[in-house]
Structure formats: structure tokens, C-alpha cells
């Protein structure tokens, strides 16, 4: 079933969620689309400690029974280009069901109307069609192919460098307001 956006919420991300992180980075399937090894509880807790440092913006997925069902941030934020990175993994059993889209959504939100970041992009595997299509669906582009770029159980796949520009996006919260309305 597809949950409804209004029930979804992004708030921060916690000390106690690193558990539920360790899980989701260790699942199969995160591993091969994400393409990191296997890694230790002490390894993600130094991992969520090196985005807090950098000053990643780190915030929880919550659904409509307030549980945490993935993390989403904006990374490598640097206000003097006006850009960000953004990168998002979900719980398995949550994957499929909607979230991915309106968490995005929520936090391309924050990058271009809050942080008042001019481009927001990524970079994922050509195995991801899942999250290409996700990212095509919410207005990325595919700036750039790399060639084999990303090793994964036993074969190279193709990198995708995707963007989009604050004046490309018009979907605000879906609630109506466009670029063109916010700029009048
Ligand atoms: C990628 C990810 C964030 C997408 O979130 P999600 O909640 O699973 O995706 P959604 O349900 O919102 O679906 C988004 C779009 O993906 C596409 N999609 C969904 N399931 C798909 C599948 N099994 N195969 C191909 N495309 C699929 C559809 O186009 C869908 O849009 P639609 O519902 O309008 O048809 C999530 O699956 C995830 O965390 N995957 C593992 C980690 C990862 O890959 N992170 C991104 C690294 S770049």
C-alpha cells in the first residue's frame, strides 16, 4: 500500500537510531545498490559522527506510526556554489511503498527553500533503477555517465552523476506553490 505524504515526517536523526542504520547499511540488497562492504556497529557510529562533523544535514524518515523507517541528507554543502549532495536509504521492508519520493521530496524542499541552495545532485550506480527512476520521476537529470565506475559482486557497472537546479524544481511540498509564484 502507498502511504500518504502528509504522514510522513523528516525529523533529526538520533543517538539510538544508529542501530537501526547498522542493519539497513548490512542488508544485502543496500549493498550491492549502494556498493559498501559489510560494516561493523562501531564503523556506522563513526560514519553518522563524520556527517555531524562535516555538518551534513542528517535527519530521520518517519511514517505514519512514528517509526523510523530511513535516513536522508544533504552532504558536501557548499553555500559558496550553492550546492549539495543528497543521499537516502531506507529499512527493506519500508523500500516499494513511497517513502523514498516524499522524503526526497521533503528534503529537496529544505535545500532549495531553507538552505536556498541553487542545485542539489547525487551520484548512483546503473544498477539502482529503482532510485534513477525514482530521481528522473522528481526532475533529476543525468549530467554524466562514468564507465564502469563501481565494482559489485563480480562485475563493473556504470556511475550516474544526476542534478537538478532550484529553478527546475516546482513541486514545493506538492502543495501547489510553484518557482514562479515563490519568485512574484
Ligand atoms: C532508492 C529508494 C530510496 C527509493 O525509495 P522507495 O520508497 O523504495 O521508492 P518509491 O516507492 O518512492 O518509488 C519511487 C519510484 O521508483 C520506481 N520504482 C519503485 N520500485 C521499483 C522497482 N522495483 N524497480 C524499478 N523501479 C521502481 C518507480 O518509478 C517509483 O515511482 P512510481 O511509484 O511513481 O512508479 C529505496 O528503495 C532505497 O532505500 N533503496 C536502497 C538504498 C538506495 O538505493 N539508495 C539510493 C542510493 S543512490
Redesign the pocket.
Known amino acids: 500500500m502507498?502511504v500518504d505524504s502528509s504522514n510522513v515526517k523528516l525529523r533529526a536523526f538520533e543517538t539510538e537510531d544508529v542501530k537501526a542504520l547498522h542493519g539497513?547499511l548490512n542488508?544485502a540488497?543496500?549493498i550491492a545498490?549502494?556498493g559498501r562492504t559489510p560494516v561493523t556497529y562501531e564503523q556506522t557510529v563513526q560514519h553518522v559522527e563524520k556527517k555531524q562533523k562535516n555538518k551534513d544535514l542528517v535527519l530521520g524518515i518517519e511514517n505514519e506510526d512514528h517509526q523510523l523507517v530511513?535516513w536522508i541528507f544533504l552532504q558536501n554543502i557548499e553555500f559558496e556554489h550553492g550546492r549539495a549532495s543528497i543521499?537516502?536509504?531506507?529499512?527493506?521492508e519500508?523500500?516499494?511503498?513511497?517513502?523514498?519520493?516524499?522524503?526526497?521530496r521533503k528534503m529537496i524542499d529544505i535545500g532549495f527553500q531553507q538552505l536556498r541552495l541553487h542545485k542539489i545532485y547525487?551520484?548512483?550506480?546503473g544498477i539502482?533503477?529503482?532510485?534513477?527512476?525514482?530521481?528522473?520521476?522528481l526532475g533529476f537529470i543525468i549530467e554524466g555517465q562514468l564507465r564502469d565506475h563501481a565494482y559489485s559482486d563480480g562485475r563493473y557497472y556504470d556511475t550516474y552523476f544526476m542534478g537538478i537546479l532550484a529553478s527546475e524544481w516546482s513541486d514545493y511540498s506538492g502543495n501547489g506553490t510553484s518557482v514562479t509564484s515563490m519568485q512574484a
Open positions: 502507498r539497513w542488508d540488497d543496500s545498490l549502494v530511513g543521499g537516502i536509504l531506507l529499512a527493506p519500508s523500500r516499494g511503498r513511497g517513502y523514498g519520493s516524499i522524503a526526497m547525487l551520484t548512483t550506480r539502482n533503477q529503482q532510485a534513477i527512476r525514482l530521481y528522473q520521476k
